[in-house]
């Protein structure tokens, strides 16, 4: 017993003493390696994951929504840094919070009631009804400003949390407001500029990746993964935010005087169709979108199609003139009124057989005599004189909502509507339209489509100019000189002279139409006058349209207001005052008037083609 | 051998003093090295513990960048919310509506019409007429309901105030013109009855 277990010790004891030991050590070694692999390498339970996304956060960086500016630069929208404030109900309770000399103080949800009211400069009841409840999350207030924030930072409630957020803000307010445009509640582009632009304008957020401590301070060695919100372009109109503020004030002054329905004003530089004022008498204050009627929230010259009345005239005249019928000089015998067939054409004043020229047609705006000439062209020709002025197309301008107007097919006319759509009833369009009529015939017979964007800035500083709109000739450049010469004697002769800037040579045309009545047939007018300036080389053009303005026909006219805002525009883009005269064309030849003209036949009456040379001079 | 032996003794007498006296000559023993031993282990804890201190300022000082970073990153947000402010201050005070209201209290008016110079003439176009004292513009566009703006309200409220003087003028107008038809009215001599005779040509007029 004794030698073999001695042996055996012998043989045992150094693996019980120091190798058992080891191996012990090894095994549990071996087990600790084994988790480390099993949860380092391994980790079938995500852990790793699960602590990161807890040490990490990801924070949004939204991206910046760019600023709209009209052509001078001054800003017309742009982003502020605001805060939603918001609130955990349900830990609304008695807090002791530390101030600012290290105590610290017990604050009653009351008390807390007034603090947060005094901070935000909101009613107290206000604070009370948005702090009671059991829900997790709650506003406050929404958008209040960086200082107001700061305020309730202080206060050091723990319940209480601000959210930062973007507001947009509108310094000129309504001024423009519809064609700045304006976001909904959830930022969403809901109007005008805004709308068109968001794609440019939005830009694409960013995130940022980073692990914070216990404390909220991030670590700073820890791995941080940041992706650069793309801040959105800025855009920059051509509208000029001073003669906005004139062509808005006039038509406003001139619409209350009249209880017009509404008016508007377009502002155009005849040379590129930019546009530089679309004024309503009333649109949307884009801060407070809520508060506008439907109807102020976008710009009637784009959106509302008007019969045009006398101001289409003009159109007639230079397809007249384009296709070699008849010049400024040309002399037509008008008869009383137009008997054909069933249809009486009748003028808005009275008048016997008269031998008047064609400037003299004009100048009176006399619908019996514009027939005359206008019914040289046969029906399709009537149509496509119009179509070629874009009437019935919409113009493009980067605003929304754009009507088209009217212009049905000449086969569609009626007896009396081949006849009417000379002077511009039967047929509508958009007080833009009738201003690109005017900006073609001004532009030596080449119009450009009405463009407000001017150019935009992408966040890294490029800027880009939208393409413009070719010019498209759609009469010749002599057709243009002799309707801009009978568009001149409209107001130096005819019966337009209160339309007359001072200083500058003006011409124009005005325009009277029976507005449509919502329940069928008509009621009211629109009355309208568009006119270019100076007319020796033109260079601004202004159109000013009022809707069923109250009163006389004949004293609801708005030739001084498209006087007041001329004479502004000029002046406000230092035009030189014109120094020659414009040719004076004879009204009337009374001693030419052809006896044999009657009502019924007036149609049929020819003159002599005028010649080449004339029409060239 | 007495030489030998009187020399032996000698010798190893002379023998050991010799050795003796050469112990002094033996190598100089080297410096105990285990001084050296604790130097390094005091050097290398030293070491350690400067590399300890090191790391730990350096982490001091990253997070003590850090907290500065908070710090300056709030101040820059502080300073630009401000700047913010003021540039929406100073966009409403230059709204064209309230530059206009503002030109009209200090009773400016419109000019009719502008001089001018010719560049190649040098000839001067004076305006046709000065301008006239009219009364004040009644301004239509309302300044914008600008929220968070102090200036945007002290605009707005100084064109509420303007509309309630107007409406009062105008009320003061109306009354006006009201009691001087009524006193026109009350000096004709009715003769002690409440109906105007009939007018009649007086003969000599």
Redesign the interface.
């Known amino acids: 017993m004794s030698a073999s277990p001695a042996r055996r010790n012998r043989l045992i004891r150094p693996y019980t003493r120091m190798q058992v030991g080891i191996a012990v050590l090894l095994v549990l070694l071996l087990m600790v390696v084994g988790r480390l692999f099993w949860v380092q390498g391994l980790d079938p339970g995500g852990r790793a994951e699960a602590a990161a996304s807890r040490r990490t956060l990801v924070e949004p960086i939204p991206a910046v929504r760019g600023q709209i500016t009209d052509a001078r630069g001054d800003v017309l929208a742009r982003t502020l840094q605001r805060y939603d404030i918001t609130v955990d109900q349900t830990a609304v309770s008695d807090v002791s919070v530390p101030s600012k000399d290290g105590s610290t103080q017990t604050i009653t949800p009351t008390q807390a009631v007034y603090k947060i009211a005094d901070a935000l400069g909101m009613r107290d009841t206000e604070v009370k009804d948005a702090l009671d409840g059991d829900k997790t999350f709650n506003y406050v207030a929404r958008g209040v400003t960086p200082e107001q924030y700061n305020k309730l930072r202080d206060l050091n409630l723990p319940y209480v949390y601000g959210q930062p957020t973007f507001q947009r803000s509108y310094p000129d307010g309504s001024l423009g407001g519809s064609v700045v445009g304006f976001l909904g509640g959830e930022s969403q582009a809901l109007g005008g500029i805004e709308q068109t632009q968001d794609a440019l304008l939005r830009g694409t957020d960013g995130e940022r990746r980073f692990e914070i401590s216990g404390d909220g301070v991030r670590i700073p060695v820890a791995p941080q993964e940041q992706k650069a919100a793309q801040n959105g372009a800025d855009v920059r109109l051509s509208l000029d935010s001073d003669v906005q503020f004139f062509a808005e004030q006039a038509v406003r002054e001139r619409a209350k005087q009249l209880k017009a329905e509404w008016g508007s004003v377009v502002v155009m530089d005849v040379k590129t169709g930019k546009v530089q004022a679309l004024a309503d008498t009333s649109s949307v204050d884009p801060n407070v979108p809520g508060k506008a009627k439907a109807e102020d929230l976008s710009a009637r010259s784009v959106t509302q199609a008007v019969e045009p009345g006398s101001t289409e005239k003009i159109a007639t005249a230079a397809g007249v003139m384009d296709r070699g019928i008849a010049s400024p000089e040309t002399q037509i015998t008008v008869p009383p009124y137009l008997q054909i067939g069933s249809e009486k054409i009748t003028d808005a004043f009275d008048h016997g057989a008269q031998n008047r020229t064609l400037a003299g047609i004009i100048g009176d705006s006399m619908n019996t005599g514009t027939v005359i000439m206008g019914s040289k062209m046969d029906k399709q020709a009537r149509h496509d004189n119009l179509e070629k002025f874009g009437v019935g197309s919409a113009t493009g301008i980067e605003l929304p909502g754009e009507s088209t107007g009217i212009l049905s097919p000449a086969a569609q006319w009626d007896a009396r509507q081949e006849y009417t759509v000379l002077f511009g009833q039967g047929v509508s369009q958009t007080p833009l339209r009738t201003a690109s009529i005017f900006q073609a015939v001004a532009n030596g017979g080449r119009q450009i489509e009405p463009r407000i964007v001017e150019s935009t800035t992408a966040a890294d500083g490029t800027v880009s100019t939208p393409q413009r709109p070719e010019p498209k000739q759609v009469i010749s450049e002599a057709a243009a000189r002799q309707t801009l010469d009978v568009m001149e004697n409209v107001v130096t002769q005819g019966g337009a002279k209160e339309a007359a800037v001072p200083g500058y040579r003006v011409g124009g045309k005005t325009g009277t139409a029976e507005a449509p009545s919502e329940s069928g047939g008509y009621d009211g007018f629109t009355t309208s006058f568009v006119g270019v300036a100076p007319m020796e080389d033109p260079q601004y053009l202004v159109g000013v349209t009022m809707q069923r303005p109250q009163g006389d026909v004949h004293t609801v006219g708005v030739t001084s207001t498209f006087s007041t805002i001329m004479s502004q525009v000029l002046h406000h883009y230092n035009v030189a005052p014109s120094t020659t005269q414009g040719p004076k064309f004879d009204m009337q030849v009374p001693a030419n008037l052809k006896k044999d003209v009657t009502p019924g036949n007036a149609l049929e009456q020819t003159w002599p083609e005028p010649g080449r040379d004339e029409s060239q001079g | 051998m007495s030489s030998a032996a009187t020399s032996a003794p000698p010798t190893a007498a002379s023998r050991r003093p010799a050795r003796d006296a050469r112990r002094p000559l033996s190598v100089v023993p080297r410096r105990v090295p285990r001084r050296s031993r604790v130097s390094t282990v005091v050097m290398c804890a030293l070491a350690l513990a400067a590399a300890l201190v090191g790391i730990l300022l350096l982490n001091i000082q ?2 003590q ?3 500065q970073l ?1 710090d300056l990153t709030g101040q820059e ?2 300073l ?2 401000e700047n ?2 003021l ?2 201050d100073i ?2 005070n ?4 309230n530059l ?1 209201a503002r030109a009209n209290d200090l009773g400016m008016v419109p ?4 001089g ?1 110079i ?1 560049l190649r003439t040098g000839a001067v ?1 004076a305006p ?1 007429s000065a301008a006239e004292k009219s009364d004040p ?13 102090d200036a ?1 309200e002290a605009n707005r409220r100084a064109a509420e105030e303007r509309a309630e003087k107007r409406a009062k003028e105008e009320a003061d107008r109306k009354t006006a013109q009201r009691e001087a038809a009524q006193k026109a009215e009350e000096s004709r001599d009715l003769n002690g009855g409440s109906i105007p005779a009939p007018s009649q040509r007086a003969p000599g007029h």
């Open positions: 990253i997070t960048g850090q907290y908070t947000r502080a630009s919310q913010e402010a540039t929406q966009e409403a230059s709204a064209p509506q206009a000019a009719k019409d502008v001018s010719d176009t046709s513009q009644n301004i239509l566009v309302p300044p914008a309901e600008m929220k968070g703006s945007a």
